[in-house]
Each structure stands twice: as C-alpha cells, then as structure tokens.
C-alpha cells in the first residue's frame, strides 16, 4: 500500500517536515532544483529505471511502489541526518529564510529586512540599517510593522527577533534567547 496523499498527483511533494518526495526519474530536472535549494529530498523510484547517481546526505531513495510505513521511515531517517549538528547561521534567499533545515516564505520587504538581521544574526542591528534594507527606504513605523510580520512569520522555525531599548533589534535562535523572547 502507498501514501496516496504524498504520492499520487505532481511529481513533487513537500512534506511538512520540509522533506520534497520526488517521482525519478518522471522529475530529473526538479531534484537539481531541490539539490540546489539545499531542500532534503526522498526519490520514489520507478520499478524499472536506475537509481540516482551520486550520494548526498540530504538525499535517499526507493523503489516504488512503497508502503507507508517504509515511507515515513526513510523520511524520519533523512530528516534526522539533513539537520547540522551545529547551531547553523540562517540563510536568506530565493523568498525564503532558511534555518535548521526548515524554512518559512517571505515578501520581498521581509526578506530585505531579513537579510541584514541575518548579517549580524546574534548581534544589535541599529533601526537606520533596517530602513535601507535592501535598497528600501521606510520610516521608523514601516520597520516596526514588517519586524512584526515577520517575527510571526519565523517563530515555527525558532528564530526570534528582540528588540534592545535605544540600540536597535536583534535576530537570535529562540533557544539561546533570554526567557524564550
């Protein structure tokens, strides 16, 4: 029996725990994508065609048809390995910030704003470099409503953003932060 929800219909699927199901060799083309991504990937592969070449810790694959529990198993292992064992830095690109091998979708606006809190990720970054960000030019006002937005945006990966009285803000891992911040 296979997982109808994760395996029938597009030739990619992303889980929730951010790990692409892909059909090879029906999507050669999407896997060098998610390759360069950096996005952890499990290849269903079809009876009678050859398996990918190379090896990659976040990468796996199997034959299909594959039974659920075969499937979340090889799923769970690749989760496991994909993640660093060291606190990673964030990385900001494509839409996206990426933070311990999950990551969370942002506007253009965020993602500047983003990308300098990632530049100085556990450091104060003074509110006139938050204006600028990326080219932009907001007031005081507009920084503080897109740092909203975005602290919501990132909490499901553990990233928060405190701000520091008369200093500026700080983009840090919920784990290291004072009181969960």
């Known amino acids: 029996m296979h997982t109808p929800d994760l395996l029938e219909g597009n030739t990619i699927t992303v889980t929730p725990s951010q790990i692409a199901i892909v059909w090879w060799p029906e999507d050669?083309?999407?896997?060098?994508r998610l390759r360069a991504a950096g996005i952890p990937r499990l290849l269903l592969v079809a009876p009678d065609a050859e398996p990918p070449a190379g090896a990659y810790l976040d990468e796996d694959w199997m034959?299909?048809?594959a039974l659920d529990d075969e499937v979340r198993a090889r799923m769970s292992a690749l989760a496991a390995r994909s993640v660093p064992a060291e606190a990673p830095t964030p990385t900001v690109s494509r839409g996206r910030i990426h933070y311990r091998g999950r990551w969370?979708?942002?506007?253009?606006?965020e993602q500047a704003v983003a990308g300098?809190?990632?530049?100085?990720?556990?450091?104060?970054?003074?509110l006139p470099a938050?204006?600028?960000?990326g080219g932009l030019s907001l007031s005081d006002g507009g920084v503080r409503v897109h740092l909203t937005?975005?602290?919501?945006?990132i909490k499901p990966i553990d990233l928060v953003i405190r701000a520091v009285r008369n200093r500026g803000y700080v983009l840090d891992d919920r784990q290291r932060s004072p009181a969960g911040a």
């Open 28 to 32: 050669a083309v999407g896997v060098d």
């Open 116 to 126: 300098v809190l990632v530049d100085r990720f556990g450091d104060i970054v003074e």
């Open 149 to 153: 937005r975005l602290r919501k945006r």
């Open 104 to 109: 969370v979708s942002l506007s253009d606006t």
């Open 130 to 133: 938050l204006r600028n960000a």
């Open 63 to 65: 034959r299909r048809p």
